[in-house]
């Protein structure tokens, strides 16, 4: 097993070398981690292509952060008729917990689960990010002006959950915008901002469509930011980083994306496989689109709304009421 492989480039030839020189190929046979996704470093010419199965660890999610090695059911939910969704809801062990509490501890081990207090998580999180900014960043590549990425992480962590605009970054920042580029790739590299892409029937739409803007962990994300009490946007990022961590152990990745209108109407999170379409409603109204509001396979403290389109009529449930 092999940390911080992103260090050596030399390792990688290694292990390619050893793993082609093998007559039968032995599964697991070598385990590599780091924190930089190689795919994504332009110096690391060697990817292992055809050779290394690629698994993303994300921070824990709430039901990992409990001890039940799961997230969501979010299979069960795209595997169910709408009909069965209450009682797959119903059965989930993840117990009720407020939201915000929950974007407070994040899913980063020591602040989730070792430090007790926010002031402990505090010291913990400006000790991350002076490490990450001056020696891990580094590593991945030479940032010449670290007080202009400080500046520029600061106002991503503030835009979470908004459409991403590098021209009005770069003018709010006070950054050329090749720069801000340069820099929101090296974040997203580095496993710190994500991108969600736009939904649309027409695939190459995606790529053009502005993405939306998450970070990996929303305790993290808060101490850049400078704010204590997490936002409506942080609710979103805590669904967004579940369904990322449930998408990346499916043998074929659903695609997790967002749908917004012409007229400014959003769908927050759109979860695509070959055969199903799932809407996930956090703040949106949408009529015409198969839609559940799934919050409540996160924090089933909070109002579950659903809304089916069936045979052209629709559906609600809010609470145990239906009309």
């Known amino acids: ?19 082609d020189a093998g007559a039968a190929r032995e599964p697991g046979r070598f385990v590599l981690t780091g924190s930089a996704n190689l795919l994504m470093l332009e110096r690391i010419s060697e990817t292992l292509a055809g050779r290394a199965v690629y698994v993303t660890l994300w921070p824990f999610s709430r039901r990992e952060r409990q001890g039940l090695g799961r997230t969501g059911p979010w299979s069960e939910l795209l595997a169910t008729p709408f009909a069965g969704w209450r009682a797959i809801l119903a059965a989930d062990p993840g117990g009720e917990e407020d939201w915000r509490a929950a974007a407070r501890l994040g899913g980063l081990p020591v602040p989730a689960h070792t430090l007790a207090d926010d002031e402990a998580r505090a010291l913990w ?64 590299a580095s496993y710190q901002a994500i991108r969600l892409q736009a939904y649309a029937v027409n695939r190459t739409r995606r790529l053009i469509k502005a993405p939306k803007l998450y970070w990996s962990d929303t305790a993290l994300a808060l101490h850049p930011a400078g704010e204590r009490e997490p936002r409506g946007p942080r609710l979103e990022n805590l669904v967004l980083l579940d369904l990322m961590i449930w998408r990346d152990v499916q043998a074929r990745r659903p695609e997790v994306l ?64 239906q009309r």
């Open 258 to 321: 967002y749908w917004r209108t012409a007229s400014g109407l959003e769908v927050d999170f759109v979860i695509e496989t070959p055969q199903r379409l799932l809407i996930n409603l956090l703040t949106a109204s949408v009529v015409g689109f198969f839609s559940f509001l799934c919050i409540a396979t996160l924090f089933s403290s909070l109002l579950c709304v659903v809304a089916e389109i069936v045979r052209g009529r629709i559906r609600q449930f809010s609470g145990n009421r």
């Open 1 to 19: 097993m092999l940390d911080e492989i992103q260090r050596s480039r030399d390792l990688l030839t290694a292990v390619k070398r050893a793993v």
């Open 125 to 188: 999180f400006s000790g991350y990010v002076q490490t990450y900014l001056e020696r891990d960043l580094q590593a991945l590549r030479a940032v010449e002006n670290l007080p202009d990425f400080r500046r520029l992480m600061r106002a991503a962590c503030l835009r979470i959950g908004g459409l991403l605009n590098q021209t009005e970054l770069s003018r709010d920042v006070g950054i050329v915008q090749p720069q801000v580029h340069r820099f929101l790739n090296l974040m997203e």
